[in-house]
């Protein structure tokens, strides 16, 4: 029996967008003939993945287990309950998943899960990215704090901690990595745009 929608709303959302992700590498597979470099080819980016995948697997699971009374120990058990909260993080969390599918159809052959020091693939500039670097990182964050806030645990804001951190760990060094694969010309772009959030005036995507 469910207790608790906003909790199992958000652990189906969060389902549906790492099922999509799936999706996605497959479809790489089937391009490039690898995963998207899920298992990234440097060694930072296998130890980070070594933490994000519990924390992407929790960050399923816990909601869900949340959302049909399945508390156990205090770090389960949601520190407050505000309903007008969790439900408008629940609406928050739908828009940021809608815009994410938005941002992976932009990126097209280009999207990647994971960096290769070895491939260069096109400068994406356009939609989200003439105004912000790194959109589905921006909106994964949303995403995160929205379900921390749907589902309000101690449990849930620590993952929600962790996640940010590699979010912007894994942004910087992706920056390191396209500019040296772009050059001078990623150099221009990032001077015209903002990382997670945009600058006060919205850049020209560069020629």
Known sequence: ????????????????????????????????????????????????????????GLWIVLPILGGFGIEGYWLMTPLFALPAMQWTAVAIAVIAWALTLECWRNMGKSWRIGIDPAEKTKLIVTGAYSYIRHPIY??????????????????????????LILLQIEARREEIHLIRVHGQIYKDYRRKTGGFFPKMLGPKSPN
């Not at 994964?140 to 901690?161: G, H, N």
């Open 138 to 163: 921006a909106l994964s964050s949303v995403l995160m704090l929205a379900s921390a806030a749907a589902w309000p645990t101690p449990a849930m804001i620590a993952l929600a901690t962790v996640h």
């Open 1 to 56: 029996m469910v207790r608790h929608y906003p909790a199992l709303i958000i652990g189906v959302l969060i389902a549906l967008y790492w099922a999509r992700v799936f999706q996605l590498l497959r479809k790489a597979r089937r391009k490039v003939g690898r995963f998207a470099n899920i298992i990234p080819g440097e060694i930072v980016g296998r130890i980070t993945r070594t933490i994000w995948f519990p924390v992407v």
